[in-house]
């Protein structure tokens, strides 16, 4: 990330950026699919995430690249209170990928394979609705104690696969 910011980063190094970030978006929207159903994820329902392993793969084949992942490993998130506060995380992070894709602006040897750090109109909405479910079971001490395990294996996962160890 580093070096996107910059402007360092080639298309071999943005390729690989992109490849352990699908690693662990792929398996990690699945994990939160399965909790769909759950009155805490009605917010997903509502407004819907972009599917960012497909922005990911998209990227991959725009920069001429084979939309492969390494295998990464990623937590379980067997409760819906962890599976939440993993999303807490992915949807914060996706928040954050406005900046890089305007960083992403100004390289063009890049530029064109910026979807998966694209604004998505309905992010700020989806980010405020997903804080209000955590938030409906914070007075739990058990939830918020799942809710936090979540979140932090998938802090743990992201630095790992990021940063290639």
């Given at each position: 990330?580093?070096?996107?910011?910059?402007?360092?980063?080639?298309?071999?190094?943005?390729?690989?950026?992109?490849?352990?970030?699908?690693?662990?978006?792929e398996?990690?929207?699945?994990?939160?699919?399965?909790?769909?159903?759950?009155?805490?994820?009605?917010?997903?329902?509502?407004?819907?995430?972009?599917?960012?392993?497909?922005?990911?793969?998209?990227?991959?084949?725009?920069?001429?690249?084979?939309?492969?992942?390494?295998?990464?490993?990623?937590?379980?998130?067997?409760?819906?209170?962890?599976?939440?506060?993993?999303?807490?995380?992915?949807?914060?992070?996706?928040?954050?990928?406005?900046?890089?894709?305007?960083?992403?602006?100004?390289?063009?040897?890049l530029?064109?394979?910026?979807?998966?750090?694209?604004?998505?109109?309905?992010?700020?909405?989806?980010?405020?609705?997903?804080?209000?479910?955590?938030?409906?079971?914070?007075?739990?001490?058990?939830?918020?104690?799942?809710?936090?395990?979540?979140?932090?294996?998938?802090?743990?996962?992201?630095?790992?696969g990021?940063?290639?160890?």
């Open positions: 990330m580093r070096d996107l910011f910059a402007g360092n980063l080639d298309v071999a190094a943005y390729a690989r950026l992109l490849r352990r970030s699908l690693a662990l978006h398996p990690i929207e699945r994990a939160l699919e399965r909790h769909d159903s759950s009155p805490l994820f009605a917010w997903r329902l509502a407004w819907p995430p972009p599917r960012r392993a497909a922005l990911l793969r998209a990227d991959l084949v725009a920069l001429g690249q084979a939309a492969t992942a390494p295998a990464l490993p990623v937590p379980r998130f067997d409760t819906a209170a962890a599976a939440l506060g993993c999303a807490w995380v992915v949807e914060g992070s996706a928040l954050g990928a406005r900046l890089i894709w305007r960083r992403l602006q100004d390289q063009p040897h530029a064109a394979a910026s979807g998966f750090f694209a604004a998505d109109p309905d992010q700020p909405r989806r980010w405020a609705a997903c804080c209000d479910a955590l938030e409906s079971g914070a007075a739990d001490a058990a939830f918020r104690a799942e809710a936090l395990a979540g979140a932090q294996a998938t802090f743990a996962a992201f630095e790992a990021l940063n290639g160890s």
